[in-house]
C-alpha cells in the first residue's frame, strides 16, 4: 500500500481518481489546489505525487518546481495529468523532474496501470 498524494482542482475527477485507487488498496491524500498541494507536501511523505497540471493558486508546473527545490522530497515520484498532452508540454514537465505524464482524459485503469508502474 502506497501513499499518494492527489492535487487535482476538479471535483469529479477528484473523486473518480481517488475512489480508483482507494480500491485499489492505496491511502490518499487530497488537495483541491496547487498552494495546498505543496503546503501538504511540505508536511507529509509520499510514495508518489499526482499533480494536474492546471489548477488555481500554483500551476502543477509550479508545485513540480518548487518540489524539486526541497532537498528532503527529490526522489518523490511525480505523475502529472493534463489535457495540455502536446510533446513541448510532455518534455518542459520532464526536464522540470516529472517522472511521467497522462493526458486526460484517461480510464481509470489506465491510471492505475501507471500507478503502480510508476510504484514497482
Known sequence: M???MLAEDEPVLRMLIG????????ELDIACDG???LQKIGQNEYDLIILDYMMPKLTGFEV?????????KKAVKVLILSA???HTEQEKMRAAGADDFMPKPFSPMDLVRKVEEMLA
Open 64 to 72: 513540480l518546481q518548487q518540489l524539486k527545490q526541497m532537498d528532503d
Open 19 to 26: 475512489d480508483t485507487l482507494e480500491d485499489e488498496g492505496h
Open 35 to 37: 498552494e495546498e498541494a
Open 84 to 86: 495540455k498532452s502536446q
Open 2 to 4: 502506497a501513499t499518494i
